[in-house]
């Protein structure tokens, strides 16, 4: 388990291909809940689509100088890509381009693709994300207004437990925190932790976790900090 809240650098190195299976399938789940970085994957994906028709030219001076991560392991990807014997000019184009498009994005702070139709898109994903709603998903929310915490937490049953994908705003940066699922009969289970980052206290954290608890023994949905303080509960 692990926060995945809409980021963007996993987002677009989702789109380009640059995720570990691993990565992506947690990515995947945060995506399955979150109609937001969805579109974001869709509109990135067009952009890439679009890339395919730039002439190489365009590319011949190369990315940006600090370039981050995304970039490098794009670019690693790339030149693996190049050194095999069947070579695909126009992927290698795509990637490449669309490497470049992202950091130029993410220099810029803007948010890619903005401008395109709301329109639902003809652009195939790279994976299918559409997954039909679990019978027995809950979504539960609260607001603590001594905390000024808010929860908002989708309870997946799967068989004997259940999944979690949480999003919890409000909490200061530097906190640290657990998601707990507390049984009818007071039990508390720990199905995630994480520090709030800068970023965490102004937009919210996004945790996904499991915890095995049966669907119907779930009573609420904390988040705790590691010294013992109750933030927030979400009762079922
Ligand atoms: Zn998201």
Known sequence: MS?????QGQLAAYVLGGLTQAEAATFETHLANCPTCRREVRELSELRHHLDEVPPEAFLE???DGGDLLLQRTLRQVREEEGT???KPRRLLAVAGAAVLVVVALGAGVLVGRQTSPEPSTVALPVPTATAPVP????????NRDTGVQLAVRVVPAAGWVRLHAKATGVREGEKCALIVVTKSGERVNAGSWLVSEKGQR???GVDGSALVAPGDVASVDVVTMDGRNLVSAQV
Do not use: I, K
């Open 3 to 7: 926060a995945v809240g809409h980021d």
């Open 62 to 64: 190369g990315p940006p």
């Open 85 to 87: 014997q069947e070579r």
């Open 136 to 143: 027995g998903t809950r979504d539960l929310a609260a607001t």
């Open 203 to 205: 937009e919210g954290t």
